[in-house]
Every structure is written in structure tokens, then in C-alpha cells.
């Protein structure tokens, strides 16, 4: 239920539009935005996906002191479940923000939105610090997940 077919599997809608944003990825916006990716040499010769990042600032830049982080978007490959590569590559950014924070002075909150029904993503937000908000007033499918600080990263 809830799900869509594709490529003879089926994905929740979240894990389409997570894939499909990565597959499109080519590059972020260097004035407000960092992206990581983690991969390995898969069995057939491509490249596999361990983990991805992109995160940000929204309304701000890293040469100022506006703005908000946010983490746009997040994802680890099938093949690492297990590996804690969600919770590392979730530090990994929260400590180049932190690095940016302190450079900048911005203000120490990060955001995140994320499909409710997605209850690794969910999980792993509230592992790392993150507090749901419940809805998010801008796109009422999602919940707004919020962390102010950087302490245990």
C-alpha cells in the first residue's frame, strides 16, 4: 500500500523521490550548499552508493551570518544496512556545519524535512538530536525535524 512499481520492484513514494534526485544530481549551489557522496565498485563494474548528503543554508550564504542549515537530502544504500553509514554520513554534516558555525556566527539550528512514513529516516533523525515538529506548514506530506546545537557529533 502506498507503493509504486518500478523497474519489476516496489518502492515507497519517499524512496523514489530520493532516487531519483541523486540519479539527477550533478552539482550543488558552492555558496550555500555541500553534497558528499560515499561509493564502492559494485558487483557488475558501476559504481554502488553507500551514502548520500546534500545539505545547506537556506536564506544564507557561508560568507554571512543568515540562514538556516538544513539537510535536504539524505540516503545509504541497501547494501550498508546495518553499517551505521545513516548515522555517519548525519555527523559527517552536522560537523561541516558546525565548522561553518563557528567561522560564521549563524545561528545553530538545523532543519530537516522528512516523510513520516519513512521510519529509518525518522529514527535516525531522532538518534542524532533532531525533534519533530509534527507537519510541515509548506508541504503538509512531510514533518519538519529540527536540532539546535552540535553537541555529540
Same mark, same amino acid.
Given at each position: 500500500?502506498?507503493?509504486?512499481?518500478?523497474?519489476?520492484?516496489?518502492?515507497?513514494?519517499?524512496?523514489?523521490?530520493?532516487?531519483? $534526485?541523486?540519479?539527477?544530481?550533478?552539482?550543488?549551489?558552492?555558496?550555500?550548499?555541500?553534497?558528499?557522496?560515499?561509493?564502492?565498485?559494485?558487483?557488475?563494474?558501476?559504481?554502488?552508493?553507500?551514502?548520500?548528503?546534500?545539505?545547506?543554508?537556506?536564506?544564507?550564504?557561508?560568507?554571512?551570518?543568515?540562514?538556516?542549515?538544513?539537510?535536504?537530502?539524505?540516503? @545509504?544504500?541497501?547494501?550498508? $544496512?546495518?553499517?551505521?553509514?545513516?548515522?555517519?554520513?548525519?555527523?559527517?554534516?552536522?560537523?561541516?556545519?558546525? @565548522?561553518?558555525?563557528?567561522?560564521?556566527?549563524?545561528?545553530?539550528?538545523?532543519?530537516?524535512?522528512?516523510?513520516?512514513?519513512?521510519?529509518?529516516?525518522?529514527?535516525?533523525? $531522532?538518534?542524532?538530536?533532531?525533534?519533530?515538529?509534527?507537519?510541515?506548514?509548506?508541504? $503538509?506530506?512531510?514533518?519538519?525535524?529540527?536540532?539546535?546545537?552540535?553537541?555529540?557529533?
Amino acid at each position: 500500500m502506498g507503493s509504486e512499481k518500478k523497474h519489476g520492484k516496489y518502492y515507497h513514494r519517499y524512496e523514489l523521490e530520493v532516487q531519483s $534526485r541523486i540519479r539527477r544530481f550533478r552539482k550543488c549551489d558552492p555558496l550555500s550548499q555541500w553534497a558528499q557522496i560515499c561509493v564502492t565498485a559494485g558487483r557488475n563494474g558501476d559504481d554502488t552508493i553507500l551514502s548520500f548528503v546534500w545539505f545547506g543554508i537556506i536564506g544564507g550564504r557561508k560568507k554571512d551570518s543568515n540562514g538556516t542549515y538544513m539537510v535536504g537530502y539524505i540516503a @545509504r544504500g541497501v547494501e550498508a $544496512r546495518g553499517c551505521k553509514f545513516g548515522d555517519f554520513t548525519l555527523k559527517h554534516a552536522l560537523r561541516v556545519m558546525k @565548522r561553518d558555525q563557528d567561522a560564521s556566527g549563524r545561528d545553530d539550528a538545523i532543519g530537516a524535512r522528512v516523510d513520516p512514513d519513512n521510519h529509518n529516516s525518522m529514527d535516525l533523525f $531522532r538518534r542524532n538530536g533532531f525533534q519533530d515538529t509534527g507537519p510541515d506548514p509548506e508541504a $503538509r506530506e512531510y514533518h519538519r525535524l529540527i536540532r539546535f546545537g552540535f553537541d555529540n557529533i
